[in-house]
């Protein structure tokens, strides 16, 4: 059974940053892609960035391009997403999954595997 956990997230206030860590023991962690997502009250689980195995290739949904950046260390088997200039509608509930090294798809949860308890960010205005 491969786990992730999330940390890093919590209430902040609007402009604030966080950084948020999803940690695994899983051995196929360096071949695997990993992504974010997020889900809001009452809304469906969105996708927020992704990362190849290799980090060459990064995927952000378009509302946070350019605030948040995704990486990861395969040293640690974690991976991370910076988020800044953080906004009141990025108040969610994050989740952080694995996906086979090739999913088929990046930016669907439909692509992904296994899946974190998540993390709650509240941005305050």
């Known amino acids: 059974q491969v786990q992730l956990v999330e940390s890093g997230g919590g209430l902040v206030q609007a402009g604030d940053s966080l950084r948020l860590s999803c940690a695994t023991s899983a051995r196929t962690f360096s071949t695997s892609t990993m992504g974010w997502f997020r889900q809001a009250p009452g809304k469906e689980r969105d996708f927020v960035a992704a990362i190849t195995w290799n980090s060459s290739r990064k995927f952000y949904a378009d509302s946070v391009v350019g605030r948040f950046t995704i990486s990861r260390d395969n040293a640690k088997n974690t991976v991370y997403l910076q988020m800044n200039s953080l906004k009141p509608e990025d108040t969610a509930v994050y989740y952080c999954?694995?996906?086979?090294?090739?999913?088929?798809?990046?930016?669907?949860?439909?692509?992904?595997?296994?899946w974190g308890q998540g993390t709650q960010v509240t941005v305050s205005s």
């Open positions: 999954a694995g996906a086979p090294q090739y999913p088929a798809t990046y930016v669907a949860s439909s692509g992904y595997v296994y």
